[in-house]
């Protein structure tokens, strides 16, 4: 192994160790990664995508030929019958809100099968007075799921016979859940229809793309909702989101985007169309260099004797690892190790803050090209019990690898760890 940062002989011998074990897992992402780049590229080809379309456009965007093939494009990418992809959707959260409230009416139910949904979300769907769902109305009811992977179906049948909404999160979020593998959300569905062939089935999609061969739709979702912060903004999209799914619920998403009338004929695109565009392309190489560098951290952390989740050859639908520090000064240290093997922002150092959103405080890092992308190089945790270290992203392997060990070496640095002994 090249030594340019000079890391103690031990960590580098533990960090060959710990690419050995990754071997089996890394040639099982290569496979995914080269099979969704051909799903990428033959998309591209098929929608004759033309430099023409990044020309952009400005003040109200009509007839934005870009527009409408990026949006071709994902919807065929994401096996969807037509897809709604905006620099304008702030957030995941916005994107997955927007859906949410072009489908649900007041009065209406909505079942989380996976418990309760993604931290800011929470405000955005429960939230009093603040024009949150339930405050519009919805009746919103999640049931948690039985020792923290398996979908408490005896709790959900009854709730979702009178359901509009059945809702999966794909991804664990920082909590200790498992993930939900296409296969499972495959029969999470088959099983829903069965119950209420009526319930639109909406799909947390947010940090599992392009980390299996296929996404949500394909196996039967009717929406899916993402951020271009995230894995399918492949570290090029400045921002935005995505929802794909069922024609009829994506053109409500863009009444409810734009107005009802308008939806998707309008909404300039400013210089964003190749950048997103791009990102997609690149999404396949950068989810798997995300997942490599998952597979490594989870490989030395627990030859250090930590305990991680998931584990060296667990079955992968999202990118997010996580380590169970046991100590505060740990995981903070690990937090500003990996800020300070950042490419961007490396001589900052993050504290725990009050962030908008979250119930903890949180400590964040982020020396990333765009900000706060979670599909680069980043490591959160919330200060709480058992201060759980969230580590993911990575645009490419070998300088995220670098920011884990130069992670590594600040634990040890600052004595809140050992190794060798
Ligand atoms: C990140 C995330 C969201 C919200 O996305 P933001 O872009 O942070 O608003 C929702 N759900 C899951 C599972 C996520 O990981």
């Known amino acids: 192994m090249s030594n340019y940062y000079n890391f103690d002989e031990r960590l580098n011998e533990l960090a060959n160790e710990a690419e050995k074990l990754s071997a089996d897992a890394f040639l099982r992402i290569s496979d995914i990664e080269e099979y969704n780049q051909q799903r990428v590229l033959a998309s591209f080809t098929k929608h004759r995508l033309a430099y023409s379309h990044f020309e952009g456009t400005t003040g109200y965007g009509y007839g934005d030929r870009g527009r409408e093939v990026l949006d071709e494009i994902w919807a065929d990418v994401f096996g969807a019958e037509d897809a709604l992809v905006r620099h304008n959707f702030v957030n995941g959260t916005h994107a997955i809100l927007t859906a949410l409230f072009a489908v649900l009416r007041p009065g209406e139910r909505m079942v989380s099968l996976t418990g309760a949904v993604y931290d800011t979300l929470t405000q955005a769907i429960e939230g009093k007075n603040n024009g949150s769902l339930c405050d519009f109305g919805v009746e919103f009811i999640k049931c948690e799921l039985l020792y923290g992977n398996s979908i408490d179906w005896d709790s959900a049948t009854p709730l979702l016979k009178t359901a509009k909404v059945a809702y999966l999160q794909r991804s664990r979020g920082y909590s200790d859940r498992g993930v939900l593998t296409i296969d499972d959300i495959k029969v999470a569905i088959e099983k ?28 039967g979702a009717d929406l899916v909702i993402g951020s271009l912060i995230k894995n399918p903004g492949g570290g090029i999209a400045d921002t935005g989101g995505y929802i794909a799914g069922k024609a009829k619920y994506i053109e409500q998403a863009a009444y409810r985007l734009t107005t009802p009338g308008i939806g998707k004929e309008v909404g300039c695109t400013l210089d964003q169309t190749k950048k997103m565009v791009r990102g997609l392309f690149e ?63 490396s001589h900052l150092s993050p504290e725990p803050w009050d962030m908008p959103g979250y119930d903890d405080k949180v400590i964040m890092s982020a020396g990333a090209f765009t900000m706060g992308a979670s599909i680069e190089l980043s490591a959160d945790a919330p200060m709480r019990e058992p201060y759980t270290v969230f580590v993911q992203g990575g645009l490419n392997y070998y300088s995220a690898k670098a920011g884990v060990l130069i992670a590594i070496s600040e634990m040890i640095k600052s004595g809140s760890l050992k190794i060798g002994e």
Do not use: H, W
């Open 283 to 345: 999404a396949p190489r950068v989810t798997a260099a995300a997942l490599k560098t998952s597979v490594f951290t989870v490989a030395i952390m627990k030859l250090m004797g930590f305990v991680t989740s998931p584990d060296i050859n667990s079955k992968r639908s999202d990118i997010i690892t996580a380590v169970n520090f046991e100590s505060e000064a740990r995981a903070i240290s690990f937090c500003k190790g990996i800020q300070m093997g950042s490419p961007v922002d």
């Open 192 to 219: 829903i229809r069965e119950i209420n062939p009526d319930a639109i089935v909406v799909v947390d999609n947010c940090y599992g793309e392009f980390t299996e061969k296929r996404e949500p739709c394909a196996v």
